[in-house]
Nanobody, 123 residues
Framework: QVQLVESGGGLVQAGGSLRLSCAASGRTGNVYAMGWFRQAPGKEREFVAALNWSGGINYADSVKGRFTISRDSAKRTVYLQMTSLKPEDTAVYYC?????????????????WGQGTQVTVSS
């Protein structure tokens, strides 16, 4: 099994920045891609960003140019740097990992999930 623990969420004003972290532990040797999703109240969980160990990266259109996903393989940690935050970015942000190496954007393509961290952007 793989355990994922997110951190770094919080309350920030519009235009501000936050950096989320996702630390992986357990049987991480069979993980080849990770990503971030978010879920706002009353809405479905949606894709935010993902990367794989081959260097592939993908972003949702709504965050392109504002969010950056990166990875520290030695620390088994993936980051999501969020800048120019907007109130519509308010959501619980989830880290996810998958055994497949392709860049994935669908919930069902990910095998492991964290508990989520709340991000609230005030106007």
């Amino acid at each position: 099994q793989v355990q994922l623990v997110e951190s770094g969420g919080g309350l920030v004003q519009a235009g501000g920045s936050l950096r989320l972290s996702c630390a992986a532990s357990g049987r991480t040797g069979n993980v080849y891609a990770m990503g971030w999703f978010r879920q706002a109240p009353g809405k479905e969980r949606e894709f935010v960003a993902a990367l794989n160990w081959s260097g592939g990266i993908n972003y949702a259109d709504s965050v392109k140019g504002r969010f950056t996903i990166s990875r520290d393989s030695a620390k088994r940690t993936v980051y999501l740097q969020m800048t120019s935050l907007k109130p519509e970015d308010t959501a619980v942000y989830y880290c996810a990992a998958r055994r497949g190496g392709n860049i994935a954007t669908m919930n069902r393509e990910f095998d492991y999930w964290g508990q989520g961290t709340q991000v609230t952007v005030s106007s």
